[in-house]
Structure formats: C-alpha cells, structure tokens
C-alpha cells in the first residue's frame, strides 16, 4: 500500500495542504507546531478517526488567536491510496451542526457530524471502514504505520507483544525440545499428566519439606543420645534384697523397743551423702563426654555430606563431557565422509566443453591443462580444510577425555576420603551407642568400707533391745533406698533400649529422606536444562527473523521458576533504555518483519527523525518528520 496523495483542510493548525509523494518517502521538516505531527494525525485520522497516539479524543479544529476553536468550518482529509492492486481516494470531512430554536434570533450548537467518501461516492461509516479493514485490519495499520505502536502503546501490552512474535516466527514444541537432548529423554515420563511449571512448584515443595525434616533429624537424634545413661543392673539383686528386708521385717516384729545410736548414724548419713555426691558427678562427667562425641560426629557427617555434593557435581560434569565427545566424534564421521566424497572427485570437461563456443574449433590442451590444474588445487585445498577441521575436533576430544581422567581421579580420592570420614564415624557412633563402663572412683572403696565398720560398730554397741530396734529399722530403710535405687536403674534400662531402638528408627529415616532428596535434585536439574535449552532455541530462532530487534521472551526468577515476558533490546541494551533513534530504527526493523508475515505494506509515519544518523531502510513507504529552524514545512521526495 502506497500513499500518492494526501489533502488537509482546515485541520488543526492547517488550513491547506497538498502532498503529492506519488509513493515514494517523503521528508517533512520544520520548526516545532509547524505542522509535522498533524500531517501524521491527519491520515490517521482519515482512515480510523484517531490522532497518531491512538486517542479519539483530540481536537483537530484550529485554534483561533483568543485561544477558541474556530467554529463554522469543515474540517476535511483526503487521499489518494494505491493498494497495490487498485486506487482508491478516501475522503472524511467533519462538520457543526448548527440550529436555530423557534423564537431565539441566534442558532445555537448542536454537535457534529462526519461524512465520508469513496471514490468521491458518499458511503455510510460502516461501508467505509469495511472497505478499509479489507485492505488490512485496524489493529495492522497500526502496527506497520506507527514503528513505536508495537513496543510502546499501552493497549499494546506485552502479553499481546509475545503472542504475536509467536505467530510469527512459530513457537517451538516440547517434543523438539527434548529430541535436541538426549538427556532430557526421560523428562515426559518424570513430568506424567503435570506440565513442566507444575512439577517444578510439586518438586520445591517437597524439597522444603525434606530439608526442613533432615534438618530436625539429628537434633532428635542428640535428645534420645542424651536420655541414654549407662547403667548396669543384675536382676537377681533386688531379689536378694528384697528377700533379706523381708527377714529384716520379721526380726524387728519381734522386737518392741530400741536405743540410738544417733552420733555414728550422723556419720553414717555424710557418708551416704558423699557417696550420692560422687555418684551424680561420675554420671554428669559421662553425660558431658557423651555430648562432645556427639558434636564431633555433627561436623564429620557435615563433611562427609559435603564431599558427596562435590563427588556428585564431578560425576555431572564427566557425564556432560563424554555427551560434548560424542558429538564430536560423530562430527568427526561427517567430516571423514567428506573427505572421501572430495578425494574421489575427478576432472571432467563438460560435454562439449572442450569446444570454443565463439570459434567453434577444438580448445587449446594448454587451457584445458589450466583448467584440470584449478580444479585440482580447490580439491587439494578442501581435503586440506576438512583435514585441519577433524584434527581440532580430534584435539578437542582429547583435552576433554585429559578433563574426564582428571576428574576421575578426583572423585576416586574423594570417595577415599569419604570412606575414612565414615570410618571415623563408624567408631564414633560405636563409643555412643555401647559406652565403656569406666573405673569406680578409689574414693568410693574408701567411704564404702567406713560405711561397713559404722554398721558394725554401731551393731555392737546397741546390744539391748532399743538399740536392736534401731539398728534394724537403720537397715531396713537401707535396704528399702537399696531396693528403689535398683529399681530406678531397671527402668532406666527400659529407657535406653527404647532411645537406642528410636535412634535407629532415625537413622533409617535420615538415610531414606536423604535417597529421596538426592532424586528430587536431580529431578530439578533435568526441568532446569529443559528450560534453559527451551529459552535458546526459541529466543535464536525469533531473532533470527529481525535485523537488529531482538527479543527475550523469559527470565528467571530468584526461586529459580521461569516466567513469560516479552522485553525487546538493541545491541544487548533493553528498549526503555535506548535512545530516540534507535527505538526508531527497532520500530522499523520490527514493521518490517511484520510486513512480511501480514503481506501487507503501508505508510509509515516516523516523527523525530532529526535524531536519527541512519535511519533503517524498510519495504514499506516512509514519511520522515525532521525538527528543523524552517519557519514554514518544507516538503521533499526521496527514491
């Protein structure tokens, strides 16, 4: 579509103007108000009765000197169109309405009213916009007239943005996705009946609520250790005490009264004292060992969890290498086929070719030599090519394999020290669990002896009957603290074997979350390469399609996810930040590509091209607005 004429009367600040470009690009230049922009929102307004900016709402009467619009006047724009495959003249003109009530000396103003023309034919406004939506839709004018209605208009939004560039250039399926990548093979059977951005939200989830589980696993690991207190228990005991206390209680029913014996039962109770005082302090100092073995085992699982991180990683990059090897492997299969395609070619003159087809006689043998000689020196230098093209890639595979053997290594030397740290752990875990019943302390042998000879003494000297009464009930209420002291260490082995049997229920439960973990990773990884191989192949094949406009249709967030966008830069630089003329030239290039998928040109209005050094070439007409000191516009043609 070609503009060939365009006619303005009494339009805003014009009140005649006459543009003849007869399809070709026209240069409008002058001061600013001189008229520039008008001429845009003249045509626009002929053809959808909007301003260049897309606003219905705008006033294209002239503004009288006391700052009125000037009333009693048609305001009218026509124009002469080529649509390549007829001319046709549009004409809209918009007049007052002005009546004159019964008994008023003066008409009073009543509205408006449009009329429009084609071909000098009046049409109704629906047969007029028909005849312009047949030439292209609305919503396409605008895009191809106006370079800054695609990236700028707010009716416009990015999401309309995206899904046009879509329909353009084609999206890209999954299925070709993951045929582009071997390793992702295995992804439609992990995602199942769930899309891709649904799976990665189930897979966060969990890998939350894992970490938040394994997190709490050795601190309830460490609450049963503590409740565990070495104790040692003969059964057989308590029976016997019992059974003695029995005696004890048959012997004193026989009695009815005793003596005292209150000094050396003073001594008798510091005793027992001391020997309670020794027995809580050898029980806290276990206690404390207890709880440094447990923080020495914290720090070596740390390690060891670390160091299966980085053999994990190791194994992830030996893996991506032998794929890069086997790719250049087959590379260097290709190149070998070519090799042998090149080195069997032949010299042959075509038939007749050894003819002059001027003289008609037999070619020299010398040009025909010449001839022969070339053809063998292009062949000779293509072997060489594709010679010097598989040694690099022969090169390559070797720095890569020196890479892999590398790694190898390290990983063997990982697992080395992975094995000794678990050793470690091993005994750690050993010294816990079964810990060593340590040496009474030589002070208790002491006190325990001077106990004995009390209770003799004391045996001795109550030899009446008060004092057998009181000695016996002295050993019955010992024999009774005996008995509950034997008593609450048999409940106590009760205890330990249910923490000892709780802390191997954790530890099971540790090792299964951490199997489930390690799955869930893995699982993350291979949506993130699909992503990530998605994003590459789509962005390359939509900027393919565009000269300088390119375009990035994702971006990924701090939780990792992918969302949809559709920003568009120049020369790595995002279009809110460009310049003036470069969100032009992005404009054009854009319509231009456009153009070609409607098969539509038309007109294109570009304003403030004094900022512009170049401005892009494109198929569609350009009509350039240039702020220049010409006090009056200056109209020019350009081929």
Same mark, same amino acid.
């Given at each position: 579509?070609?503009?060939?004429?365009?006619?303005?009367? @009494?339009?805003?600040?014009?009140?005649?103007?006459?543009?003849?470009?007869?399809?070709?690009?026209?240069?409008?230049?002058?001061?600013n108000?001189?008229?520039?922009?008008?001429?845009?929102?003249s045509?626009s307004?002929?053809?959808f !009765?909007?301003?260049?900016?897309?606003?219905?709402?705008?006033?294209?009467?002239?503004?009288?000197?006391?700052?009125?619009a000037?009333? !009693?006047? &048609?305001?009218?724009v026509?124009?002469?169109?080529?649509?390549? /495959?007829?001319?046709?003249?549009?004409?809209?003109?918009?007049?007052?309405?002005?009546?004159?009530?019964?008994?008023?000396?003066?008409?009073?103003?009543?509205?408006?009213?449009?009329?429009?023309?084609?071909?000098?034919?009046?049409?109704?406004?629906?047969?007029?916009?028909?005849?312009?939506?047949?030439?292209?839709?609305?919503?396409?004018?605008?895009?191809?007239?106006?370079?800054?209605?695609?990236?700028?208009s707010k009716?416009?939004?990015?999401?309309?943005?995206r899904?046009? =560039?879509?329909?353009?250039?084609?999206?890209?399926?999954?299925?070709?996705?993951?045929?582009?990548?071997?390793?992702?093979?295995?992804?439609?059977? =992990?995602?199942?009946?769930?899309?891709l951005?649904?799976?990665?939200?189930?897979?966060?989830?969990?890998?939350?609520?894992?970490?938040?589980?394994?997190?709490?696993?050795?601190?309830?690991?460490?609450?049963?250790?503590?409740?565990?207190v070495?104790?040692?228990?003969?059964?057989?005991?308590?029976?016997?005490?019992?059974?003695?206390?029995?005696?004890?209680?048959?012997?004193?029913?026989?009695? #009815?009264?005793?003596?005292?014996?209150?000094?050396?039962?003073?001594?008798?109770?510091?005793?027992?004292?001391?020997?309670?005082?020794?027995?809580?302090?050898?029980?806290r100092?276990? @206690?404390?060992?207890?709880?440094?073995?447990m923080?020495?085992?914290?720090?070596?699982?740390?390690?060891?969890?670390?160091?299966?991180?980085?053999?994990?990683?190791?194994?992830?990059?030996?893996?991506?290498? $032998?794929?890069?090897?086997?790719?250049h492997?087959?590379?260097?299969?290709?190149?070998?086929? *070519?090799?042998?395609?090149?080195?069997?070619?032949?010299?042959?003159?075509? *038939?007749?070719?050894?003819?002059?087809?001027?003289?008609?006689?037999?070619?020299?043998?010398?040009?025909?030599?010449?001839?022969?000689?070339?053809?063998?020196?292009?062949?000779?230098?293509?072997?060489?090519?594709?010679?010097?093209? !598989?040694?690099?890639?022969?090169d390559?595979c /070797?720095?890569?394999?020196?890479?892999?053997?590398?790694? #190898?290594? $390290?990983?063997?030397?990982?697992?080395?020290? =992975?094995?000794?740290?678990?050793?470690e752990?091993?005994?750690?875990?050993?010294g816990?669990?079964?810990?060593?019943?340590?040496?009474?302390?030589?002070?208790?042998?002491?006190?325990?002896n001077?106990?004995?000879?009390?209770?003799?003494?004391i045996?001795?000297?109550?030899?009446?009957?008060a004092?057998? =009464?009181?000695?016996?009930?002295?050993?019955?209420?010992?024999?009774?603290?005996?008995? &509950?002291?034997?008593?609450?260490?048999?409940?106590?082995?009760?205890?330990?074997?249910?923490?000892?049997?709780?802390?191997?229920?954790?530890?099971?439960?540790?090792?299964?979350?951490?199997?489930e973990?390690?799955?869930? *990773?893995?699982?993350?990884?291979? /949506?993130?390469?699909?992503?990530?191989?998605?994003?590459?192949m789509?962005?390359?094949?939509? @900027?393919?399609?565009?000269?300088?406009?390119?375009? $990035?249709?994702?971006?990924?967030?701090i939780?990792?996810?992918?969302?949809?966008?559709?920003?568009?830069?120049?020369?790595?630089?995002?279009?809110?930040?460009?310049?003036n003329?470069?969100?032009? @030239?992005?404009?054009?290039?854009?319509?231009?590509?456009?153009?070609?998928h409607?098969?539509?040109?038309?007109?294109?209005?570009?304003?403030?091209?004094?900022?512009?050094?170049?401005?892009?070439?494109?198929?569609?007409?350009?009509? $350039?607005?240039?702020?220049?000191?010409?006090?009056?516009?200056?109209?020019?043609?350009?081929?």
């Amino acid at each position: 579509m070609k503009l060939l004429e365009l006619h303005l009367k @009494n339009f805003k600040g014009i009140k005649t103007l006459d543009l003849t470009p007869n399809g070709r690009n026209l240069r409008i230049s002058g001061k600013n108000a001189t008229g520039k922009t008008t001429v845009a929102d003249s045509f626009s307004w002929l053809l959808f !009765g909007k301003d260049s900016l897309d606003s219905a709402k705008f006033s294209l009467k002239p503004i009288s000197e006391n700052g009125e619009a000037e009333h !009693g006047l &048609e305001h009218e724009v026509s124009a002469l169109i080529d649509t390549g /495959t007829e001319t046709i003249n549009f004409r809209r003109v918009l007049s007052e309405k002005w009546t004159k009530p019964r008994g008023q000396a003066q008409a009073i103003f009543g509205g408006h009213n449009t009329v429009y023309f084609i071909d000098g034919v009046p049409a109704s406004e629906s047969d007029y916009k028909s005849r312009i939506a047949a030439i292209a839709p609305e919503s396409t004018f605008k895009l191809l007239t106006n370079p800054r209605y695609f990236s700028e208009s707010k009716d416009f939004d990015w999401q309309k943005r995206r899904r046009l =560039i879509l329909d353009v250039c084609g999206d890209i399926t999954d299925e070709d996705v993951i045929a582009s990548d071997p390793k992702l093979a295995r992804l439609p059977e =992990i995602l199942g009946k769930h899309s891709l951005e649904d799976y990665r939200k189930i897979l966060a989830s969990e890998k939350t609520r894992l970490n938040a589980q394994l997190q709490q696993i050795p601190v309830r690991i460490s609450e049963q250790t503590r409740s565990i207190v070495p104790t040692e228990l003969n059964p057989e005991e308590i029976v016997e005490l019992q059974t003695h206390k029995s005696g004890l209680d048959t012997q004193l029913a026989t009695l #009815e009264s005793g003596g005292t014996v209150s000094e050396k039962k003073r001594k008798l109770a510091e005793i027992e004292t001391q020997l309670i005082r020794i027995g809580n302090e050898s029980a806290r100092a276990r @206690n404390e060992r207890q709880e440094a073995d447990m923080a020495a085992l914290g720090k070596l699982k740390f390690s060891v969890g670390n160091l299966r991180t980085e053999t994990g990683r190791l194994l992830s990059d030996i893996m991506s290498s $032998k794929t890069t090897i086997t790719q250049h492997t087959e590379g260097m299969a290709k190149l070998r086929a *070519e090799y042998a395609e090149a080195r069997g070619l032949v010299f042959e003159l075509p *038939e007749g070719g050894d003819i002059c087809p001027t003289c008609g006689q037999a070619m020299p043998e010398a040009m025909i030599e010449n001839a022969r000689a070339t053809f063998n020196i292009n062949r000779a230098e293509k072997l060489a090519g594709i010679n010097a093209e !598989g040694k690099g890639l022969k090169d390559l595979c /070797t720095e890569i394999e020196a890479a892999i053997a590398a790694h #190898e290594a $390290k990983r063997t030397a990982l697992h080395s020290e =992975i094995a000794k740290l678990e050793e470690e752990i091993y005994a750690l875990q050993n010294g816990i669990e079964n810990p060593a019943v340590h040496p009474e302390r030589p002070e208790i042998t002491i006190l325990e002896n001077t106990k004995t000879a009390l209770l003799d003494e004391i045996s001795k000297i109550t030899e009446n009957r008060a004092g057998a =009464i009181a000695a016996l009930k002295a050993q019955i209420a010992a024999t009774k603290t005996e008995i &509950e002291t034997l008593q609450g260490a048999a409940a106590q082995v009760d205890q330990n074997k249910k923490s000892s049997a709780r802390i191997d229920d954790l530890k099971k439960e540790e090792r299964t979350l951490s199997a489930e973990a390690e799955r869930i *990773e893995g699982e993350l990884f291979l /949506t993130e390469e699909f992503v990530r191989t998605k994003v590459k192949m789509l962005e390359g094949k939509i @900027n393919s399609r565009f000269q300088i406009a390119r375009f $990035k249709l994702f971006s990924q967030n701090i939780n990792g996810t992918i969302e949809d966008g559709c920003e568009i830069a120049v020369g790595g630089i995002p279009y809110n930040s460009l310049n003036n003329a470069m969100r032009i @030239n992005a404009g054009i290039d854009i319509a231009n590509t456009l153009s070609d998928h409607y098969g539509v040109c038309a007109p294109m209005f570009l304003d403030n091209c004094e900022a512009v050094n170049d401005v892009l070439a494109s198929k569609n007409q350009q009509i $350039k607005l240039y702020v220049t000191f010409d006090n009056q516009l200056k109209i020019e043609t350009e081929e």
